[in-house]
C-alpha cells in the first residue's frame, strides 16, 4: 500500500458555487471545503447570509456563522438583478458543482434554475437541499429543523416515556440534509467526469431524517405499535441507558449476556444474573423496569470515575454523561486534534475541526470563514477577467 503523502485536499480540483445559507447547505459545502474543494459563497451585497446576524457573537463576527462556513471565498452578488444573475451564470460554467438551499421554485425565478444552468453547462452537479424535497405535497412549503424533527416522528421518540415529545439537542434534521448532500455530490460528481454529463440531486430535509429514523419504522411495521420515547434507553437492548451515579450520570451499554454478567459483578449484583426475569436479553427487556430500579440503587452509591475505572476494567462499554466543557476539555478529543481555533478578523474562536482522518492526505487546519464580499474582486476578475473599470460600475450599481 502506498504511504506517499499529498499536500493537496482529496478534491483540490473541484470547484463549488454555492448558493446556501443558514445551515443544511453551508454545512454541506464546509464538509466539502475541508476536503479540498473551493468554495466560492454568493452573498447578498450589504446583508450576505442571514446567519451573520445570529448570536452569540465574538465581537462584530457572528459565532454561529463561523462554525459552518470556514474555508470558503465570500462573492457578492445581488440575484435580483439581470446582471448580477448573468454573472452568477457565468461562475456556474466555471464550476464543477452549484448547491443551493432556497424554497424549490426560487432559483427558477432568478433564471438559475438545473435547467438553466444545465443547458450552458451540462457537466454540472447541481445539488438542491430543502426542507420537504422539489416535489411532492409538501414541496413549497417552509422548514426549519424544529418543523421537520417534528414531522418526521423523530420527536415523538425523544424524551421521557409520558412526558411531551423533545427536540433533539443538535439540528440533527439540517445536519443530516447536509451529510446526505455532501455524499450525494460526490456519487453525481464521480458520474459526471467519467460521462461528462452532470445531474440534479434532490435532497429533502424530511427524506433524510426519516432515513435516519434507524430501526422505528422496521419495528412499528414488525409490531403494529408506534415506537415511543424512552429516554436513554435503547428500545431492544437492555440495559443501555444511563444511569445517576452520586456525582453525574454514567452510561452502561451491555449488548449481550457476557457484558450483562460482567456488569453484575462490578456491581456486586451477581443474584440479578440468576434471575430468569433477567436470563437473557430478551427477558431484560421484557422486564426493564423492574431491572433499571435495582441497577439504579447501586449506581447511587459511588461516584462516576469509580463506576468508570471499576467498569472499564471489566470490559464492559461505559462512559461519562459529558456536558460540553467536559467535551472540550476530554484528553481523548484533544489527543485526535478535532478542536481547533479557527482565525477571523479580531480572533479566534474554538471550533470541531474536520472529523475526518485520511492516512495519505493530512488534515487541513481550520481557515478562516470569510468576510462578507471579501473574494468579489478576485475572483470576478480572475475567473470572468472583469476589469477594475467594470467592477467598480457594478459596485456602483449595487450589483456586487
Known sequence: MSTAVDGKGLLADV??????????????????????AEVIKIELPGSGDESRGFGPFVGATSAYFLSVNRGKKSVTLDLHT???????????????????NFRPGSMARFGLDYDTVAARHPPIVYASVSGFGQSGPYSHR?????????????????????QPPVRVGSSTSD??????????????????RATEQGQHVDVSMLDCQIALLENAIARYDVTGEAPAPLGSRHPTITPFQFFAAADGYVVVAAGNDRLFTGLCQVLECAHLCED????????????????????AAIFRRRRVEDWLT???????PCGPVNDVAHVVDDPHVRARGLLQRQPFVGGDVAVPGPPLKFSATPPRAVSAAPELGEHTDDVLSSWLGLGAADRQRLRADGII
Open 15 to 36: 470547484r463549488i458555487l454555492d448558493f446556501t445559507r443558514v445551515l443544511a447547505g453551508p454545512f454541506a459545502t464546509m464538509v466539502l471545503a475541508d476536503l479540498g
Open 142 to 162: 417552509p422548514a426549519y429543523d424544529v418543523i421537520v424533527q417534528a414531522m418526521s416522528g423523530l420527536a415523538s421518540i425523544t424524551g421521557l416515556a409520558g
Open 175 to 192: 445536519l443530516s440534509a447536509a451529510l446526505f448532500c455532501a455524499v450525494g455530490v460526490l456519487a453525481a460528481l464521480t458520474r459526471a
Open 82 to 100: 439581470e446582471r448580477g444573475r448573468d454573472l452568477a451564470l457565468d461562475l456556474a460554467g466555471h464550476c464543477d458543482v452549484l448547491v443551493e
Open 310 to 316: 471499576d467498569l472499564e476494567a471489566a470490559g464492559v
Open 276 to 295: 430468569e426475569r433477567f436470563a437473557d436479553n430478551a427477558a431484560r427487556t421484557t422486564h426493564h423496569g423492574e431491572l433499571e430500579a435495582e441497577l
